[in-house]
């Protein structure tokens, strides 16, 4: 029997991936020990991250001294930096990688979220990020917005692996299918070994339960409040249901038998918002082999100290979670309209982030020059 809950998750068919990236991880070797101690096999990033890096700032400072002596914009001192920590990472993680003949052991970099409507910038800077990087288990992230569907299947025609994100509608997400073995179908034509290309799907969770249980709050019937902190995991649950059907399809089957990968779900936003819930929550209860579960540290710590690891939980979840989707469209809750709202949300925070970001980098390179 497996010793720590992480390492049961692990067996279970999930792979850990952590929600964080800075400088100061890589250089101290806390990354290696995570993947030791914790079972990490990934990392993901955003400028969320990135800027709450750089805002930290000393690991960095070197660094920013050198680009502000360079004359660099404030735009290519942002690639420079996070393209260097994703190439790092991507080296650390390099054994997990060869290890599991690519699936794991993958480093995450975005897309400016400026760029989430324009589908040509969103392509070419995907394609400029993947050299910068040069490394084999980088992924590129790209928002799932009606923009970024026909850069996704670019991108992955390109040969270029990605990870999808800012899922949160069912619709959507099969949408994403389709963009992938359309990327994959172009890739085929032009000679590309299939085998070479990864892709995840980012279906964001606990900001499903957020905006779901305020509008059950505001509803405030019986059955309604009955209800809450049930849609975000019920929502993932049939996303890997429609996963498992449309990846059993002859148009996937075909590309599969062609050496090509299937796009695995990944679990994001895993970080319970509720300080009522269990702060495990949306590890237990979505646990399914072959996914991606994408933790803050805080997530990650909790989940290794005393989540209880019970197996698959979601294949046989199927018919409860269409009854809490079922029911939220009873009491009154528009799930289509929550879906567009989060994602419009979801986009506009990562904008945010990102001048947050350009600010953090602008004031180094300023305080630099002085």
Known sequence: MSTTPTAQLAAAGVSIWLDDLSRQRITSGNLQELIETRDISGVTTNPTIFAGALAKGEAYAAQVAQLAASGASVDDAITTITTDDVRNACDVFAPV??????????????????????????????????????????????????????????????????????????????????????????????????????????????????????????????????????????????????YEQRFAEPRATELLDAGANVQRPLWASTGVKDPALPDTLYVTELVAPGTVNTMPEKTLEATYDHAVIAGDTVTGAYSDAHAVLDGLAAVGVDFADVTQVLEDEGVDKFIASWKELQATVEAALKEARA
């Open 97 to 242: 990688f060869e290890a599991t003949g690519g699936v794991d052991g993958r480093v995450s970099i975005e897309v400016s979220p400026e760029l989430a409507h324009d589908t040509a910038a969103t392509v070419a800077q995907a394609k400029q990020l993947a050299e910068l990087v040069g490394r084999p288990n980088a992924l590129i992230k790209i928002p799932a917005t009606k923009a970024g569907l026909p850069a996704i299947a670019q991108v992955i025609g390109a040969g270029i692996s990605v990870n999808v994100t800012l899922i949160f509608s069912l619709e959507r997400y099969g949408e994403v299918i389709d963009a992938y073995l359309t990327g994959l179908e172009t890739a085929k034509a032009d000679g590309i070994d299939l085998s070479t290309i990864q892709s995840v799907a980012s279906f964001f969770v606990s900001r499903v339960d957020t905006e779901v249980d305020k509008r059950l709050t505001a509803i405030g019937s019986a059955d309604a409040l009955a209800l809450k902190s049930k849609a975000g995991v019920a929502n993932a649950r049939l996303a890997y249901e429609l």
